[in-house]
Every structure is written in C-alpha cells, then in structure tokens.
C-alpha cells in the first residue's frame, strides 16, 4: 500500500517565476491538505481540497492556488516566486471522519 | 500570539533519561491533540494523539489538560533513536492542523 507520494523532491526556481508541485493521496483518502515548513519552523497550513473543492485556507496570498484531481489527487501552484517562498512544501491526506493526516516526503523548493 | 507554542530546545539528554516536553495553546475550541515527530530532511509522522484522560504508548506518555490550555509528552528511557524533532499539533476544525515550531531533542550516548 503506497503511501502519500511527492513530486518533484526537489526544485530551483527564480524569482517571479512559477512552480506546479504535486501529489498523490494514501489509498483510500480522499483529503490532501498542504503545508509549507520553512528551516527551523514547524508547517504552516496553506488550504484543503476535498470533492474537488478548497475546503477551507489558511493566511497565504493569492499566488498560492491549487487544484484536485477526480483521482483526488493534488497540485499546487505558485505563481510570481519570492525568495520567501523557499520552503519544503509537505502534501497530506486523509479519509473522511478520519483525524489522522499522513504526510508525503515532501518538495523542497529552492528560489533564487 | 501564536496558536500553539512549544520550547524549541535543543534539549541534550543522556541515554536512558527520562525527558518531558511541554507545549500551550491558546485557541480554546480546539478540537484535538497531536505530537508528531520529525527526522532531519524528513516528513512529520504521527507519534501519538492526545487525550484529556492521557495516553501511554511504550515509553511515550501524553496529556491534555484543557483547563490549562496544556499538553505535555513524557518519554522514558531514552534512545539514540530518540532524537528528532518533537511537533505539537492542534486540529483546531476541519482537520487543518496547526504545528508549534517544533522541540529539538538529541540523545547523547
């Protein structure tokens, strides 16, 4: 049983450029959330899709924007990079009813 | 104020030590409790959930204690293999958790 899948592990943008992560849910989960770690903090939530749907977002501007899949799979964009952006970006999911989230390895993203 | 907010060490402790994080929160509607851990460079996995009643998983104990917006994790008997950092974690609705930064701990042989 594969577990909550990342891509790509790692990528250097520069700035004012755009960047597409991506993931792929826990067999049986149908609940990706996102969340950005910058070095020396603890993840910060970015948003939820459930049923194709933002669920619900946390304090990220604009430029951060996602999408689910039918597969319910995920993608996050981010558009007009910051050098602030750089960050190891964590995919996790869930199952509906479930308090239990299970985080992929992550994307470490680079911005130059 | 942040949400959740925990001492980010480092805390050095001998092998076979007993060691006790702490961690408040500030969101008096949270919903549930979580220490997570985390190795270098990887992703946090669920170490344990917390309850108001406490919890004991082997070595690890957690508690909740709601009155005082509270939440410790007690490790006995450390191991080498110990050494991560320690998250607390609060599901404050919805399922959107929200992480402290994180305490670092390291076994020393």
């Known amino acids: 049983d594969a577990g909550v899948t990342q891509s790509p592990t790692h990528l250097i943008k520069t700035r004012g450029q755009q960047v597409t992560l991506r993931c792929s849910p826990k067999?049986?989960?149908?609940?990706v959330s996102w969340y950005q770690q910058a070095l020396g903090q603890g993840p910060q939530f970015i948003f939820q899709y459930y049923e194709e749907e933002e669920r619900q977002r946390g304090n990220f501007p604009d430029r951060f924007s996602g999408h689910q899949f039918p597969n319910y799979s995920s993608e996050l964009n981010v558009n007009a990079l910051l050098l602030g952006d750089s960050a190891l970006y964590l995919c996790?999911?869930?199952?509906?009813?479930?308090?239990?989230?299970?985080f992929g390895p992550g994307t470490r993203l680079l911005v130059l | 104020r942040k949400e959740v907010e925990q001492d980010p060490g480092p805390f050095n402790v001998p092998e076979g030590a007993t060691v006790a994080f702490n961690c408040t929160y500030s969101n008096s509607a949270s919903q549930s409790f979580f220490w997570y851990r985390q190795d270098c460079r990887k992703e946090p996995k669920l170490l344990m959930s917390v309850y108001s009643s406490g919890n004991e998983d082997g070595r690890f104990t957690a508690q909740l204690n709601r009155a005082s917006q509270y939440i410790s994790l007690l490790i006995r008997d450390s191991k080498l293999s110990d050494s991560a950092t320690y998250l607390c974690?609060?599901?404050?609705?919805?399922?959107?958790?929200?992480f402290g930064t994180g305490t670092r701990l390291t076994i020393i042989p």
């Open positions: 067999s049986g989960h149908d609940t």
């Open positions: 974690v609060g599901d404050f609705g919805n399922e959107k958790l929200t």
């Open positions: 996790a999911s869930s199952a509906t009813g479930s308090e239990t989230q299970y």
